[in-house]
């Protein structure tokens, strides 16, 4: 007859078969292990490319769309702070030096309320419709003297520039006081109307600064205003300008400090930044080998970066980093966070079994307990 084991070898037995089933039976968890976002990849007949970031990969991935101001938005020179704009009003007088004056009973006839109008036309008796729009009041002046002296001799004209709501531009966003301002001497250009309207209310490392003029937009880092004095832009009558903070994105997943989506902080985004800013990875159950950023590549990128020139369209790709070595936590820092990438880190292979443990020796202690009531 054969000998039976003993009592706690067989106990033994019975706790690694019940872990085993707890185990296959799926605990909860965060996601895919990392061999099961090996099996996904394209080599393995799935549908993704994954690819070990590399420092060569980091560089060839490292796109970030620019952001500036157009050739047309560059090249708008300022406009004369008394130059004449549809809207504004006008404030003319015409002296004559004669005893029957064309324009009134004596040698001054004052004409106090003149508008320029949306086409840019003012009307003046005896002169007829004249273009006012983009003449000083020097040249408007001029131009009515000119077609006077055909009615009456030698005649004096005064042009007088009045408050109008021809030269204005609005200011809205993140700025202290959101309003309509007018286009004046101090304010022709983009920093100083930023400052007439009282400077930003966000940080200005993550602020933006767009221009709508007509059907053209143009857009720029609020720092950039300084860094690169071309992009202080002379505004136009009619432009609206929006300060807002940066609103690009990621979403971090798996063991990490925090599952969410975070706002980017900086202009520039480091995988290794990404990570800080959600709390590290967790040091109970993440995977130190297998964290991925997972994106949708352009044709051009997926290109270059798999090494396939057969490459058509969009592709997903999860690039896979190795920080428990030296060369992976470089390539982390030098690696570029882009708007909608997805930070995952996936939990290391013992955890499951660490879970496994807790639940099924947890579930002892509880019907020890409940025995120990029950008697």
């Not at 396939?308 to 969009?314: A, L, R, S």
Request: with cysteine; proline share 5%.
């Amino acid at each position: 007859m054969a000998k039976r084991p003993p009592t706690h070898i067989l106990g033994l037995g019975l706790a690694v078969m019940a872990l085993c089933t707890l185990t296959a039976c799926g605990l909860p968890r965060s996601g895919p292990t990392k061999s099961e976002v090996l099996d996904s990849s394209v080599a393995q007949a799935g549908s993704t490319y994954v690819i070990e970031a590399t420092q060569s990969v980091a560089a060839a991935s490292n796109f970030t769309p620019a952001l500036g101001f157009g050739s047309s938005f560059r090249s708008s020179g300022t406009i004369g702070s008394d130059t004449i704009r549809a809207g504004d009003t006008l404030g003319l007088t015409i002296w004559e030096n004669v005893d029957q004056p064309l324009l009134g009973t004596g040698t001054a006839s004052p004409l106090n309320t003149i508008q320029v109008d949306g086409e840019g036309f003012i009307f003046v008796p005896y002169a007829g419709r004249l273009r006012a729009s983009g003449l000083t009041p020097e040249e408007l002046r001029q131009t009515i003297t000119a077609e006077l002296q055909n009615q009456t001799p030698d005649p004096q004209v005064l042009v007088v520039r009045q408050a109008g709501d021809g030269a204005t531009v609005s200011v809205s966003g993140s700025v202290s006081a959101q309003g309509v301002y007018p286009i004046e001497r101090p304010t022709r250009r983009l920093s100083s109307m930023l400052a007439r309207a009282g400077g930003l209310t966000i940080e200005s490392d993550i602020a933006q600064v767009t221009i709508l003029r007509g059907d053209q937009r143009g857009k720029i880092w609020f720092n950039s205003l300084f860094e690169d004095p071309a992009n202080d832009v002379a505004l136009r009558g009619g432009d609206r300008i929006l300060v807002e903070a940066d609103r690009r994105a990621y979403t971090a997943l798996g063991a990490t400090g925090a599952q969410t989506r975070i706002n980017f902080n900086s202009q520039e985004l480091t995988a290794m930044e990404a990570l800080a800013q959600v709390g590290g990875l967790s040091s109970q159950v993440a995977d130190p080998t297998g964290i991925f950023i997972l994106r949708n590549e352009p044709e051009t990128i997926a290109r270059a970066v798999t090494g396939d020139p057969t490459v058509v369209g969009e592709q997903q790709v999860a690039y896979i980093f190795d920080l428990t070595s030296g060369q992976g936590l470089f390539v982390a820092r030098e690696f570029t966070i882009r708007d909608g990438d997805t930070v995952y880190v996936t939990e290391a292979p013992y955890a499951q079994f660490n879970k496994a443990l807790s639940a099924f020796f947890g579930s002892l202690t509880t019907v020890a307990s409940a025995q120990t009531i029950a008697n």
